[in-house]
């Protein structure tokens, strides 16, 4: 089948000075995202995400380290998977593990920390000539080769054979992170997106809100920043973009955040972590421009959440809250609102102080009423 499009490539983009004051600057979303915050808890140590793109510059100075041996599975390719002559791929894997190169110069991504394995499985955005079977082979490889998660800002035709291979990685507890699209390619959310079981991600603005580049449907799960995103470039050099490739590629980085704080989650229960705790947009509840929320780091690597399956949804539709049954460090961990889980051991007590001290008066008041 041919692929639909490329939907979920980056547009508009435009090169940036090299300077390091005016990159890491202009990288808003760290600010946005509390990315700082974020990362004295997780850096995704110990994780692997497999980028399925146009490949990934494994020399650029930003990415330098961090970047894996690959595939290319491209019909006329070959290598593995470290070079780049589109850019778009070298741009995803920035957004998620570029570690500057040194005193806060270059990218920053989220998880500087993880590793990157490139999987070659698209010529580039700009082609609009995604295929399908690449994608298919590049989600096996990754997932036979120990990748924990799977970041696709890419979009292909709705087949079986796309179905399966997802069913495939959820069974191997292998999380996939894919796009929602974008408006300017498709009318309605692409594989791997449109199926059930991959976390799919739309864009948002600098403010927080729906960008109109950003395709909306009951298939989109979580929000994220995806306007004038500044990223790395293949060739050393830096580029900014909008789309949803930009949010897949920051959700992605988060995931890996959280499966390297919380090892013993499942892929499910971090995309249930990912959106119980993302800020509720729009309509109360779920909706189909923010799914469940915008993407919120901190929350996501600190609040007390129910273990997957065991949540009651409140009346607005967003799950309720409830003791974790994940623990990752010993010491009480800060909630999103800056206090401490012990916090609910103080208010017991006080309840319980409050139901004696009553329960002393009325006896004696009614000693008194006797006496009299």
């Not at 970047?67 to 998620?96: K, N, Q, W, Y």
């Amino acid at each position: 089948m041919v692929a639909a499009l490329c939907v979920a490539a980056t547009l508009a983009v435009q090169p940036v000075p090299a300077r390091a004051d005016a990159v890491r600057e202009k990288q808003w979303h760290l600010g946005f995202l509390k990315v700082a915050e974020a990362q004295r808890y997780s850096q995704g140590q110990g994780i692997t995400v497999a980028v399925i793109d146009s490949g990934v510059d494994a020399n650029h100075p930003d990415l330098r380290g961090n970047v894996l041996a690959g595939a290319d599975f491209l019909p006329e390719g070959s290598g593995d998977g470290r070079r780049d002559t589109d850019g778009h791929g070298t741009a995803m894997a920035g957004l998620i593990a570029a570690h500057g190169h040194g005193n806060g110069a270059g990218a920053l991504g989220i998880a500087p920390a993880a590793k990157i394995l490139p999987i070659r499985a698209v010529v580039g955005y700009a082609s609009k000539n995604t295929n399908p079977d690449a994608v298919v082979q590049g989600i096996d490889y990754a997932v036979s080769h120990g990748a924990q998660v799977i970041s696709l800002s890419i979009g292909v035709g709705r087949s079986q054979a796309v179905r399966d291979v997802v069913e495939r990685a959820r069974k191997a507890d292998v999380l996939l992170v894919s796009a929602a699209g974008n408006t300017t390619d498709d009318l309605f959310v692409p594989y791997p997106g449109g199926v059930d079981g991959v976390l799919t991600v739309a864009a948002t603005n600098r403010r927080g809100d729906h960008d109109p580049i950003s395709l909306t449907g009951p298939e989109v799960d979580i929000a994220a920043p995806g306007a004038q995103v500044l990223s790395t470039k293949s060739g050393g050099g830096y580029r900014t973009g909008t789309g949803t490739s930009d949010s897949t590629a920051i959700v992605a980085g988060a995931a890996a955040l959280v499966r390297a704080k919380y090892p013993d989650l499942s892929a499910e229960e971090v995309i249930h972590r990912l959106t119980a705790t993302a800020i509720d947009k729009g309509p109360p509840g779920r909706d189909e421009q923010y799914g469940y929320g915008v993407l919120n780091l901190v929350a996501a690597l600190t609040a007390d959440v129910p273990a997957a399956g065991q949540v009651n949804a409140n009346a607005s539709g967003t799950p309720a809250a409830g003791p974790s049954r994940t623990t990752a460090a010993a010491a009480p961990e800060p909630r999103s609102d800056g206090t401490s889980s012990g916090g609910t051991t103080v208010v017991a007590l006080v309840v319980l102080a409050a139901l004696i001290a009553g329960g002393v008066l009325a006896w004696l008041y009614t000693r008194r009423r006797r006496a009299g």
